[in-house]
């Protein structure tokens, strides 16, 4: 995500870890650097030089906090300027520490207990508001809420079929209406559905717009009357660079917004533009989506998300995601992966673990390894780790708990039942004995070794 953004800062980076003393000369080379990732990821030229303007004034000023270097203090300098530009609006940061910054409570401080919150979701055409829909019903779900979605898109032919198909993967309720137009209603209705339900959140999806269609601006208007929503939600295209700002102040003179959920961040070089315009409307960024499945949706949080930018890591959303796989964890699998004793059926588990919260979540969040992994690499794990997946699956029990019991003829049948060449059983097997040994070493080894037993160290 901001390959362009996270590259140049982290190279600007380096000219002051490398440096033997700050001068006002590598600052001026320093902010020029930042100018030219920035600009380079579409941000407002303004926003640009007042970000390096208020970069170097502090930076040549400040005193370092005690115990801070100045070194370290002009990061904590940039790290701060940057949240800010993406909304960040708590006091100028001054130190860092393993632990990251307390963020916000984000979205979930709207929605109030004991009565149904009814959520508005708002968004321009193409924007993928339905499938975000379904990606917001499926975080809430994981973070304990109950919720009902009503499908109120009655200009787009399918809207409907494809949200009940995508909220029923999750056991969400959709409720809408097939042959109506009238969305104004089938929102009243929808309300009525669930109102007797034990539901803590109502999320209505609407038809996409444009700022510049009158008819359905009046609708979205009507909409917010009837629903008297505690939540409006704005879903923008991360593509669409800094003319996010004019969408989104558009849609908060009709109804006003409380938040914006960015999409399709991932390989755009318009996504810092769409980021720093939202912020700028004085909307919160609620939410970004990292990619295609419904799972892929990130509440967002600026000082988090300039962490990963500029390499410091983000071990909080790494802790997040492997939260979510707790009520599968085993204590006594994780006594036999740190003994070394570790099975077949133990790495199995791993690679589903690791498969569940995706390569470039699990890599992008963990310090000083993010840049170091290209996309063709993460390939190659991922194709790597698919390949091992179906060898496991053709495997018998007593084969995962003993794998010295394959030989020659149990390795034809497992490679007949998986598709794959007995090289690649033998490998995986290798790679597996190698896996335990690795399991009682250092984390930095245990990460080399990470990316060796996907061939690609």
Same mark, same amino acid.
């Given at each position: 995500? !901001? #390959?362009?953004?996270? %590259? ?24 020029? #650097? ?11 030229? $303004? ?17 370092? &906090? ?6 370290? =203090? ?20 001054? *130190? ?44 809430? *779900? ?39 137009? #009238? ?9 009525? =559905? ?19 269609? @009158? ?50 961040? %991932? ?15 004085? @909307? ?29 890591? %983000? ?14 964890? #085993? ?28 390569? $470039? ?5 963990? &310090? ?20 091992? $997946? ?63 037993? !996907?061939?690609?160290?």
């Amino acid at each position: 995500m !901001f #390959d362009n953004l996270r %590259d140049g800062l982290r190279s600007a980076l380096k000219k002051i870890v490398g440096a033997s003393d700050i001068n006002e000369e590598l600052i001026d080379s320093l902010c020029k #650097d930042v100018q030219r990732a920035l600009l380079q990821s579409d941000v407002n030229v $303004r926003l640009v030089l007042t970000i390096t303007k208020n970069l170097k004034e502090r930076a040549m000023q400040e005193q370092p &906090p005690k115990g801070l270097s100045r070194k370290d =203090h002009v990061v904590t300098i940039l790290y701060g300027e940057l949240a800010k530009m993406l909304g960040y609006s708590g006091e100028v940061i001054t *130190t860092i520490d393993k632990k990251g910054i307390d963020d916000d409570p984000g979205a979930t401080a709207f929605f109030k207990p004991g009565k149904q919150n009814v959520v508005l979701m708002l968004g321009i055409q193409g924007s993928g508001k339905t499938t975000v829909t379904a990606k917001l019903s499926r975080w809430l *779900t994981k973070h304990g809420y109950r919720v009902g979605v009503v499908g109120a898109d009655t200009w787009r032919p399918g809207a409907l079929t494809q949200l009940k198909m995508n909220c029923s993967k999750i056991n969400v309720e959709v409720y809408g209406e097939e042959n109506s137009k #009238d969305a104004v209603g089938i929102a009243r209705h929808g309300l009525e =559905h669930f109102k007797p339900q034990n539901l803590d959140v109502v999320i209505i999806d609407t038809a996409g717009r444009h700022k510049e269609e @009158a008819g359905l601006l009046q609708e979205m208007k009507e909409m917010y009357q009837v629903a008297t929503p505690e939540l409006v939600l704005l879903v923008i295209d991360g593509t669409i660079g800094q003319q996010a700002y004019n969408q989104a102040a558009a849609f908060h003179q009709a109804a006003p917004v409380g938040g914006i959920i960015i999409t399709k961040l %991932d390989g755009t070089a318009k996504g810092g533009g769409a980021l720093a315009a939202s912020a700028a409307t004085g @909307a919160k960024v609620m939410f970004i989506g990292t990619g295609e499945r419904i799972d892929d949706l990130e509440q967002f949080s600026p000082t988090r998300f300039v962490g990963r930018l500029l390499g410091m890591g %983000d071990i909080k959303a790494l802790l997040e995601m492997a939260s979510g796989l707790e009520g599968q964890a #085993d204590e006594n699998q994780a006594k036999r992966l740190f003994s070394g004793k570790m099975t077949i059926e133990d790495f199995y588990a791993q690679m589903e673990q690791v498969s569940k919260m995706g390569f $470039r979540n699990v890599i992008d969040n963990l &310090p000083g390894l993010s840049g170091m992994v290209k996309e063709d690499q993460l390939d190659a794990m991922q194709e790597r780790m698919e390949k091992w $997946r179906f060898i496991i699956q053709s495997m018998t029990n007593e084969e995962k708990k003993d794998p010295d019991l394959i030989n020659e003829s149990r390795r034809k049948r497992i490679a007949r039942g998986s598709g794959m060449p007995e090289g690649e059983i033998k490998h995986m097997i290798q790679q597996y004995n190698n896996s335990k040994t690795m399991m009682k070493q250092s984390k930095g080894r245990q990460m080399q070794g990470l990316m060796r037993r !996907f061939g690609i160290g």
